[in-house]
């Protein structure tokens, strides 16, 4: 017994389950109404919700324009227009309902399960419908249960006030005073030029003329637009950024002029009342270059902002600067595209949540793409903040060697001995080991003098002192651990081992001192009578190469003679070739000699 009381039980609770679903939509209907809004739960609600949305839309009150669009099904109207569309449709709708016949509240039904014996329009209340005109004005109930003024009302508004245009306001109805400026200047124009209002190809001769009077306003003000720009730049940038200013000019020219233009095309027609179809197509266009010349506008200021703070950088010599502006440079410019997309996607109300959210898996490996990329932006923070070289130092790094020209946010470029670029990823600095050669505050110079056999011992310590001297004498040496010593005696010669360093700020001014140093070296060879040792060659050549040599002075006797000697023999060559014991010759520059081109 117990056993069949349990599958009684059992099928009760089925049949209960079945009933519901079968009694389906109205049970659900009724038990999902309390949780309705109270504006959209009856047809009633709904009509008293929009005519006092928009009656304080028409007092100023911007939120009861939202509240009349809430009570609109729109879904049939273009993504594209729908914000700029909805504003107009809903003052056609008032518009309709106001010369029709009063409103009375009382006359519409508060019921929310409302329904009628018409089997296509069970859910539908028809508030306005008249004989002979097209269209008709209802409310019906959603799947959700609230209800709301039907999408084909919506679609069809447009011919009915069209046929109502010149109707007067229903006995009782108060004078409705359009919002919108495409309904104003329609009324505007319906009253002072009643001709204008003749359709030629889908559109009014008012409305043609306002298009031409819109391209021409549009593409005036794009024309003056950089003008302007350029005034506001001369009042914003000192003279001594003229050159800045000059650039700016020249690279924000043409996009902000068609920015400027395609906004106020923009603003234009909105002011047209134009029909959905050449809305979208307008529209459309003129809202994707809007967005387009934003963008572009804002990438190239990006760039124009970068290159004014490396000027400014290398004017002011500041190291974190000149590594700062390329990557802020960089940073903006990446973050000025993503933001065009998503305010691209915006303007057409694209889905971007919903592709991004629904990568699934694909986003597993885009972030594991990403790791790199995250690593080389971590690696040009690690440059900006710990600043291993700056901008034109010659590095070496992994047999990569050349001078820095640009960091960026993904790489570092560098320009080689050959001419070539040579990107490093960021994370590869960030972790290797980078040879700084442009931090070298001294230029190492090292090298062997071989002198004869034959040469005279006080001769070679007269002579090593005169290239001592020397040494202390060139403005771009070292004063410290500087050696000139005999160091080997080779079968063929007296080799004199030369060390020294040079205090240059570049490698073009350390080939010159080098080069100047080099030369003094041997006018003291030959002042003093040393003779540098040459390979064994044939004795023709040996003789040939001695032929014509100046007699060698005397050696001096004693080692503080010799050292005399060296240092005075010394000082007469540098006085004679470097014309000053003070002041040091300027830095290395490419020019052309004068009277040369």
Not at 129 to 139: I, Q
Not at 290 to 317: E, F, I, K, N, Q
Not at 388 to 410: H, N, T
Request: charged share 20%; net charge positive.
């Amino acid at each position: 017994m117990g056993a069949w009381a349990a599958l009684g039980a059992l099928l009760a609770l089925a049949g209960g389950a079945w009933a519901q679903q079968v009694s389906g939509p109205a049970s659900a209907k009724a038990e999902a109404a309390p949780s309705l809004s109270p504006a959209l739960r009856s047809p009633r609600s709904v009509v008293r919700t929009f005519n006092e949305g928009m009656i304080n839309w028409q007092d100023g009150d911007p939120k009861g324009l939202e509240a009349a669009l809430g009570c609109l099904d729109l879904s049939k109207i273009e993504k594209v227009v729908r914000t700029e569309r909805g504003p107009v449709l809903a003052e056609k709708i008032r518009l309709v309902i106001d010369k029709t016949a009063p409103l009375r509240y009382e006359a519409i039904p508060d019921d929310p399960q409302y329904h009628t014996n018409d089997a296509a329009k069970a859910r539908e209340y028809v508030i306005r419908r008249r004989p002979g005109e097209p269209g008709e004005v209802a409310v019906a109930r959603q799947p959700d249960g609230q209800w709301l003024f039907t999408s084909e009302t919506v679609a069809s508004i447009e011919a009915l006030a069209k046929a109502l245009e010149s109707a007067p306001f229903a006995a009782g109805a108060a004078p409705w005073k359009p919002r919108s400026g495409g309904l104003r200047l329609r009324s505007w124009v319906a009253q002072r030029a009643p001709f204008l209002l003749q359709e030629h190809l889908i559109l009014g001769t008012w409305q043609w003329l306002g298009l031409l009077l819109v391209v021409l306003f549009g593409v005036a003000m794009g024309r003056l637009a950089p003008r302007a720009l350029g005034a506001a730049l001369g009042r914003w940038l000192t003279r001594a950024d003229a050159q800045i200013r000059a650039e700016l000019n020249a690279i924000l020219t043409k996009p902000v002029s068609i920015a400027v233009a395609a906004w106020i095309w923009w603003l234009g027609l909105n002011l047209l009342d134009l029909p959905e179809g050449a809305l979208i197509v307008l529209l459309a266009a003129v809202k994707l270059a809007t967005a387009l010349a934003v963008v572009w506008t804002l990438y190239r200021m990006a760039g124009a902002l970068g290159h004014a703070l490396a000027v400014r950088a290398a004017r002011t010599g500041r190291i974190f600067d000149e590594l700062l502006a390329p990557i802020l440079a960089g940073s903006l410019k990446v973050f000025i595209v993503a933001f065009g997309l998503v305010f691209i996607a915006d303007l057409f109300d694209l889905p971007l949540k919903s592709v991004l959210a629904g990568l699934g898996l694909g986003g597993l490996a885009v972030a594991l793409a990403a790791k790199d990329v995250l690593s080389n932006v971590i690696g040009s923070l690690t440059i900006l903040l710990d600043r291993p070289f700056k901008l034109g130092d010659w590095i070496v790094m992994d047999k990569v060697e050349g001078s820095v020209e640009a960091v960026g946010i993904r790489s570092t470029r560098l320009r080689t001995a050959h001419d070539s670029v040579v990107a490093i990823p960021n994370s590869q600095l960030m972790g290797g080991v980078i040879d700084n050669m442009g931090e070298r505050r001294y230029r190492r110079l090292k090298c062997q003098i071989s002198a004869a056999c034959d040469t005279a011992p006080e001769r070679i310590e007269a002579f090593c002192e005169g290239v001592r001297e020397i040494i202390r004498r060139h403005p771009y040496t070292r004063k410290q651990d500087y050696h000139v010593w005999l160091n080997d005696l080779a079968p063929s010669s007296l080799n004199i081992s030369l060390s020294c360093f040079l205090e240059t700020p570049d490698g073009a001014t350390e080939l010159r001192e080098r080069h100047r140093l080099l030369l003094d070296i041997i006018r003291l060879t030959r002042a003093m009578g040393v003779e540098l040792a040459l390979p064994p060659q044939a004795p023709s050549a040996t003789s040939a190469m001695a032929g014509g040599k100046p007699p060698a002075p005397p050696a001096p006797e004693g080692l503080e003679e010799a050292l005399r000697w060296g240092r005075q023999e010394a000082r007469n060559v540098v006085a004679r070739n470097l014309q000053t014991d003070s002041a040091p010759p300027p830095l290395v520059r490419f020019d052309f000699p004068e009277g040369e081109s």
